[in-house]
């Protein structure tokens, strides 16, 4: 079935670091993939996404980088602030799921001073 | 400012007494759902609207009734509540369909005891 996973519950990175969020994907099928940051008492927020004919994308101090041969997604944040502490989502879709977006459980991404 | 709204924040009731929590959205989007977020599973997706009087049942839909007379609301109804429906629900919108950048709601917390 389909099913988007993380590989580690929480991430603790040193601030100024470089931040990588890791998500599996099962669907060969899925072309679409997107990333959204939920900080502490808000609503997920949108950060950056990816169709399956490319293979990275770049946004504001944020790469995300799509393996198909693997079916693996990344995240990548660049020199790591205090205001990236979240839990970061990575969700899918695609023919198989009639475009409906399958949600990961979530990466908890702690930032030490 | 472009937002998505939710009422009340929080609530707290009781086994069995109807309640609605109210979505509403200042961007004219035409796609609306909701959402429960529950710890370890992420985004699970209740309902979903493609326009107005058109709604769909999205993965968990038990226990849970939409309407969409409205393009700008999308209230959730939860006709007789039980405790297994605690959780934190999101409201979300898009411009036109579900793999679009969707613009989330700040979240109602709902115990129900």
């Known amino acids: 079935g389909e099913s988007v996973g993380l590989h580690l519950p929480t991430l603790s990175v040193q601030e100024g670091d470089n931040s990588i969020i890791n998500c599996a994907y099962s669907?060969?099928?899925?072309?679409?993939f997107i990333w959204y940051k939920q900080e502490s008492g808000k609503g997920p927020q949108f950060i950056i996404d990816?169709?399956?004919n490319m293979d990275k994308r770049q946004g504001q101090r944020v790469t995300v980088l799509l393996n198909k041969t693997v079916k693996h997604l990344s995240l990548q944040i660049a020199a790591t602030q205090p205001g990236d502490s979240a839990v970061y989502f990575c969700a899918e879709s695609g023919v198989d799921s009639n475009y409906q977006l399958i949600w990961g459980a979530g990466t908890k991404l702690i930032i030490k001073p | 400012e472009a937002q998505v709204t939710q009422n009340p924040r929080y609530l707290i009731t009781v086994t069995g007494k109807k309640l609605t929590v109210t979505c509403s959205q200042n961007m004219n989007h035409e796609y609306m759902s909701w959402y429960r977020q529950d710890p370890g599973l992420g985004l699970r997706q209740i309902y979903y609207?493609?326009?107005?009087?058109?709604?769909d049942k999205g993965d968990v839909p038990e226990g849970y009734k939409v309407s969409r007379k409205e393009k700008r609301n999308f209230p959730l109804i939860l006709e007789s509540p039980s405790p297994n429906q605690t959780s934190l629900y999101f409201c979300a919108s898009s411009e036109r369909k579900r793999t679009d950048t969707q613009y989330f709601g700040p979240g109602t917390r709902l115990t129900v005891l």
């Open positions: 609207s493609m326009n107005v009087e058109v709604t």
């Open positions: 669907n060969s099928a899925s072309d679409y």
């Open positions: 990816i169709r399956s």
